[in-house]
């Protein structure tokens, strides 16, 4: 019974963690239709904005919490006005380019911080005890933290004006520029904004799974294949790929052991797209094409 | 016949060049040099076969490398069982180029839009790399042949058809993919001249309107799909008799998104545009690894940035328009100026990526 | 000439999305030879109508029949591997390719290589394409792009002609070459026109259907039709 | 196979395709030609760059004492990207281009396998200086590194003896975490322990949950990880954050030589047992030296030193006594003069080499992790490659050039 029960929060865990990874690229997707290649890199990141601002004494939660969406999603404005803007229409050729961002952060990093960081932060909270089974209490806030996120960015789409602007932009780009909205500014805000989710996703995970340059290459091919699961709807998919996806993952892997979790995971992907081809919302919830 | 079609005469004058080139190989290249070119040319010839199935045929595979890692792994299988290169060779052609029927049957006659085909190789060749990377136990044996898991397992060398034991020297090797990667570019300049060439190329400008037309567009995909995928065999083969060895990393998403580059870089409606991008993309990455003054990757990362945004077209297009544009001036200035009033040329057809 | 057979038919055809029925339970009849109009105000359902019958749509109930074969459900290709030559709504041709080898991929669906290249040319000449003949499509104006879509169409040599408002779009000079060119192909062809513009169809018709909210009100005459108070209303209505 | 030289360049027809071949045959006073091929970018690079920076300082010295033979030695580094295509590309080159007296490459046995042979075809002495599974036979290549029966016959026993019977093996899904698991089993039965669970895991798994979960059911007295890789990192924080790290201890052979130990901060890495050839923490006269140089060398970035990167410094050492026997650089002359018992004290202690399969006689340490450093805990001098010996013997066959993974299994008694 308690290992049940942990185990289920455990797979709780291992669904918010394929949001919270998937989260920033299913935005700078999902509405500006850029394949992001330089995704992993963003979380790495924020990764290190969290590991190098603690190594010079910075408090751990505002480093997670401020300081990594801050930077990254500076960095993300900044890629976007340098690199992107001159992509749109030519998604394919995004690919190119945010391969050679990517592979650029890397060197960057490495040629900066050398190809391994000391870090001194482990996952704060202490443990939290189910029984005889104990569990990491960050591990657990970082499930709260996810289901805000996504509630968070529901809202913002939803609710505010920009939010609205911007789902109006990406529709019909020729429409909102007729009502007197700046696409350019549009387009831009999006992406800073998936690149800072992707680095607040990047400092978070940073406790847990450590830093180096090269990180983002772990990252990347899951959440790419959690985007794509997911469909049109940027929020309902990610979601519910996440859960789909994550949920088997968590639960094979129990069974069987971790290689084959990973596969399942892959597989009940390639059997979603093809009876779903496109991908989850897009036949479940139509209404959010 | 002109425009897209009538590229037949370049195609063979290109492999005439081509033809040359490895003839005087040896006076003008290294002796490492040589040795070394096959498996680049394996990885030429993959860019061929994209080149091909998305250049003309308009399907986006983006996990092309599943049908080149499957041919080599299936070369690498059959040949240690068989004992000798030669039936290996068309063993793993055929393994892959059945495999790519299948799952073109399942998403052609699936109706799966462009984008999602695109991003379902990818995960099917994401799932080999997984796949063949549990294989590392000693329990996981083909026949004679170890899958080795992450470490891969080793490629027989070529030996001369029917004499096991008659192994090529690898510069003699280089000699035999190179004529394999002339045959496969005249083979696929000459598909796409074909009926059934153009009738691939007409649905990746207008899948709807080819359909009108009487054209079963599916059959037409699936079959391009499938040929696409051979060829891209071919350069997995030839791919992991140069490195020695074949490991699950040609299944990578590294891997996979380089092949797509290679196409961007060449340009897309060109054959010799990508296998000339995968040839430059190689050794600058290579030559990069001979210096130690700057981070590898930094410096590569700064080059594709760079021609992403000055060569938007690609290099071989981009040099054809710039000639085209000469010729067309020098004949006539003022009809050029005339059309340029209109609309922008070809920027249909590269619209029809972004839906979907 | 006049009533030989019926070449195509629908019965009770029916096309719901959703609760919305586009197409209500149409029957409707063709004859050899025959050029009819489909007109009606926007969503009326002739679009889907026409859909339907091209293979694009699935009807949701009901059967098309051309030439005794059922084809509801069957892929556009194996409609138009019937002869059935058909035009779509916006200008569906290949943009990256030149106007020649538009009109040679439309002839060597049917023909030789020989054939093709001669057909080409003949359909070239017959629609006067020849000043656009080595330009991409993509480069031309909208009319002379429905214009290359109109040669494919003719080049097929098809028996049953589909076209969905061939002349949208266009200056009068050529509204008035493709209603010609329409005539020219009705001698051999049976055809189906959908339209909107009543001038245009005025010149061309001889029996026109015409479609209110998924069914037909009534087929007749165009003179016969223009007189009719609930013809008149159903266009009054949507012009309000 | 083989290419013979000296057939070659006597073949007057291949003349033209020989030229650019043996224009490059260096005269009597040009540089000795030493070519390292390490992954210093891509996922290895954490392995990598230690290694590099210790083979250049290896090389800087020979040099700065006159080089060797009274030649200078000129050190070629490539950096194959953690790409197997380029380990085949580099090697080739330094082979047939380069010319090159010797060659030290190669991290993960996958880059070891695709140039062995290359270098073997084209008689260029390899050295090959990471820990790995054991099980290459072949007279071209010197394997300094240590192999599991090594670390892991010392490993097991102290610590079941010190924590209990009940392990619970996880291991990096590939071959070393294989062969490495496979050891384990054997040390632990043949301790009279009970292996209770044995997990593989992809090297780019980072979600340990499940596992930790598992492992909490199956209540074992010990952890032993062969984990490996940036990923693998991540068990070992959600370890300790899941508060295991405090009841169940982990041993390993494989944490410590990314620099894991200081990936993760001190109080989740405390307490880990590991075992190598060397740790940066060795309290010897001789290795305080060459910590101290490297640390002067590199200033506050130098990397922390670790088995491979010392056994790179200590393989060019190895090689250079070899040359100096030898008398020559000639490949089969200090082949021969190798395995003739001859050895080089290094960091390490002595590190020698063991004629019957070219691989290395050595110390092994144990070590505790604390406040990130390791303190040794033991030591035992001199161990041989006993499971490589089992399958291999050049002294009966020094023709042989081939990797024996199953067999060294097999021949230990291990089923397969």
């Known amino acids: 019974m308690d290992l049940t029960l942990s185990l289920i929060l455990q797979i709780f865990y291992v669904i918010a963690n394929l949001a919270l990874i998937s989260l920033g690229l299913a935005i700078i997707f999902g509405m500006m239709r850029v394949i992001n290649l330089a995704h992993g890199e963003f979380l790495m990141l924020g990764g290190y904005t969290v590991v190098v601002a603690t190594n010079n004494g910075v408090n751990l939660w505002f480093a997670m919490l401020v300081l990594a969406p801050v930077v990254v999603g500076a960095i993300g404005v900044v890629v976007e006005r340098l690199l992107i803007r001159w992509l749109y229409g030519r998604m394919i050729d995004t690919l190119l380019a945010t391969w050679g961002l990517s592979l650029f952060f890397i060197g960057i990093i490495t040629t900066i911080f050398g190809a391994s960081t000391s870090t001194t932060i482990s996952p704060p909270l202490g443990v939290v005890s189910i029984g005889e089974y104990t569990s990491s209490g960050y591990e657990m806030l970082l499930i709260g933290i996810t289901a805000g996120l996504l509630v968070a960015v529901y809202l913002v789409l939803k609710y505010t004006a920009l939010g609205l602007v911007a789902r109006g932009t990406m529709q019909n780009p020729d429409m909102a520029a007729a009502l007197g909205v700046s696409t350019s500014r549009i387009y831009m805000i999006t992406f800073g904004l998936g690149a800072a989710i992707s680095g607040f996703a990047g400092g978070l995970l940073a406790p847990v799974t450590g830093v180096l340059p090269t990180i983002g290459a772990i990252y990347i091919a899951k959440a790419f294949i959690t985007v794509i699961s997911g469909g049109a709807s940027i929020l309902a998919g990610t979601a519910s790929a996440s859960i789909l996806l994550g949920g088997i993952n968590g639960v094979v892997t129990f069974l069987t052991g971790p290689t084959l979790g990973e596969v399942a995971l892959l597989a009940a992907a390639i059997i979603l797209l093809r009876f779903m081809p496109t991908g989850i919302t897009g036949r479940l919830f139509r209404k959010s094409q | 016949m002109n425009g897209m079609f009538g590229q037949f005469r370049g195609t063979l004058f290109a492999a005439l060049l081509a033809l040359i080139f490895t003839i005087a190989a040896p006076s003008i290249l290294e002796f490492f040099t040589i040795i070394t070119l096959t498996q680049v040319i394996g990885l030429s010839i993959l860019a061929l076969s994209l080149a091909l199935i998305w250049g003309y045929g308009g399907i986006l595979c983006f996990g092309q490398t599943a049908f080149f890692g499957l041919g080599a792994y299936s070369y690498a299988i059959a040949a240690v069982n068989i004992g000798g290169s030669t039936g290996a060779m068309f063993i793993a052609v055929a393994v892959a180029a059945a495999f790519a029927a299948v799952l073109g049957y399942f998403a052609f006659y699936g109706k799966i839009s462009d984008v999602y085909l695109a991003v379902i190789t990818l995960t099917v060749s994401l799932i080999m790399y997984s796949l063949i990377r549990r294989t590392s136990g000693p329990e996981y044996k083909i026949g004679d042949a170890l899958l080795g898991g992450f470490n891969g397992t080793g490629a027989p060398p070529l030996n001369v058809p029917g004499n096991a034991g008659a192994v090529l020297f690898p510069e003699h090797t280089f000699y035999v993919a190179m004529v394999a990667l002339i045959l496969l570019y005249v083979f696929c300049g000459w598909l796409v001249n074909t009926h059934f060439g153009r009738v691939c190329v007409s649905i990746r400008e207008n899948e709807i309107r080819a359909e009108l037309l009487g054209y079963d567009t599916r059959a037409y995909k699936l079959g391009i799909f499938t040929v696409g995928a051979a060829v891209a065999a071919i350069g997995g083969i030839f791919f992991c008799i140069g490195v020695t060895r074949v490991t699950p990393d040609v299944f990578s998403l590294g891997q996979a998104s380089l092949t797509i580059i290679w196409v961007i870089v060449g340009g897309r409606g060109t054959l010799a545009g990508p296998v000339l991008a995968a040839f430059g993309l190689y050794y600058l990455t290579a030559s990069l690894g001979t210096q130690q003054v700057v981070n590898t990757s930094l410096v590569l990362g700064i080059i594709l940035i760079a021609f992403v945004l000055l060569a938007p077209r690609g290099v071989v297009p981009g040099i054809e328009k710039l000639a085209t544009a000469r010729r067309a001036g020098r004949r006539n200035r003022a009809k050029e100026r005339r059309m340029r009033l209109r609309k922008p040329r070809g920027g249909i057809s590269e619209d029809r990526h972004e839906t979907g | 000439m006049r009533r030989g057979e019926v070449v195509l038919e629908t019965r009770s055809l029916s096309m719901h999305f959703g609760g919305v029925r586009a197409v209500d339970r149409v029957d409707f009849q063709l004859w050899e030879n025959e050029l009819r109009c489909l007109i009606g105000p926007n969503g009326a359902g002739k679009s889907t109508f026409f859909k339907c019958l091209t293979g694009q749509l699935v009807p949701t109930i009901g059967d098309v029949v051309i030439r005794d074969i059922h084809v509801a459900g069957r892929e556009p290709h194996e409609v138009a591997g019937l002869g059935v030559g058909i035009k779509t709504q916006v200008p569906n041709v290949f943009d990256g390719l030149t106007t020649r080898e538009n009109i040679w991929l439309s002839c060597r669906r049917w023909h030789g290589a020989r054939r093709t290249d001669a057909l080409t040319s003949e359909t070239i000449e017959r629609l006067q394409l020849g000043e656009f003949r080595s330009r991409q499509v993509g480069s031309l104006s909208h009319g002379q792009r429905q214009w290359v879509e109109l040669g494919m169409v003719v080049a097929a040599q098809p028996w049953l002609v589909l076209l969905d408002e061939p002349a949208a779009g266009m200056t009068h000079e050529e509204t008035d070459r493709t209603a010609e060119l329409i005539r020219e192909i009705n001698e051999d062809a049976a055809m189906i026109v959908v339209e909107h513009d009543m001038n245009f169809i005025r010149r061309i018709s001889k029996k026109v259907t015409l479609f209110h909210e998924g069914r037909i009100l009534m087929e007749g005459t165009m003179d016969a039709i223009s007189k009719d108070r609930r013809a008149r209303d159903v266009y009054l209505g949507h012009r309000a | ?416």
């Open chain 4, 1 to 416: 196979m083989t290419i013979n030289r000296r057939k070659f360049l006597a073949a007057g027809a291949t003349a033209a395709l020989a030229a650019p071949f043996y224009a490059r045959l260096g005269l009597a006073d040009d540089p000795i030609k030493f070519v390292s091929i390490l992954d210093q970018t891509g996922g290895l690079d954490i392995y990598g760059r230690p290694m590099v920076e210790t083979t250049k300082m290896a090389i800087d010295e020979m040099n700065a004492a006159g080089g060797l033979l009274g030649r200078q030695i000129d050190l070629k580094v490539y950096d194959p990207q953690s790409s197997i295509q380029f380990y085949t590309q580099y090697a080739t080159q330094a082979a047939a281009g380069d010319r090159a007296d010797t060659v030290h490459a190669g991290i993960t046995s996958a880059s070891r396998e695709a140039i062995r042979p290359t270098l073997f075809r084209y008689e260029t002495l390899y050295f090959y200086n990471v820990q790995y599974e054991g099980g290459v036979c072949d007279i071209n290549n010197f394997c300094t590194g240590s192999t599991p029966a090594q670390t892991v016959e010392k490993l097991v026993p102290y610590c079941m003896g010190k924590w209990g019977k009940k392990v619970y093996i996880i291991a990096a899904d590939y071959n070393y975490g294989q062969i490495t698991a496979q050891w384990v089993q054997k040390y632990v039965r043949d301790n009279g322990g009970e292996a209770v669970e044995t997990e593989f895991f992809p090297l780019d798994v980072t979600n340990f949950g499940p596992t930790i979960k598992k492992i909490q059911a199956a209540r074992p007295d010990m952890v032993m990880s062969a984990l490996v890789g940036g990923a693998h990192v991540s068990f070992y924080r959600q370890y300790a954050a899941a508060g295991m790290n405090a009841s169940v201890p982990i041993a390993s052979t494989t944490f410590g030589v990314g620099n894991e130990h200081r990936l993760i901060s001190a109080e989740e890495g405390n307490g880990i047992i590991c075992a190598y050839s060397y740790f940066e923490e060795i309290p010897s006269e001789a290795n305080m030296s060459f910590v101290k140089r490297f640390k002067d060398r590199l200033g506050d970035d130098a990397p922390g030193l670790n088995e491979l990167a010392a056994r790179s410094y200590e393989g060019a050492y190895l090689w250079a006594e070899g040359v100096k026997a030898a008398g020559s650089v000639d490949r089969m002359q200090v082949i021969d003069a190798l395995r003739t018992g001859i050895g080089y004290d290094g960091p390490s202690g002595r590190v020698q080499i063991e004629p019957k399969t070219n691989h290395a006689v050595q110390n092994v340490y144990l070590a505790e992790l604390q406040n990130q450093s390791f303190n040794i805990i033991e030591t035992y001098e001199n161990q041989p490659p006993s499971d490589t010996l089992l399958v291999c013997d050049l002294v009966a066959d020094p023709t042989q050039s081939t990797f024996k993974f199953e067999n060294g299994l097999k021949a230990a008694g291990i089923d397969i």
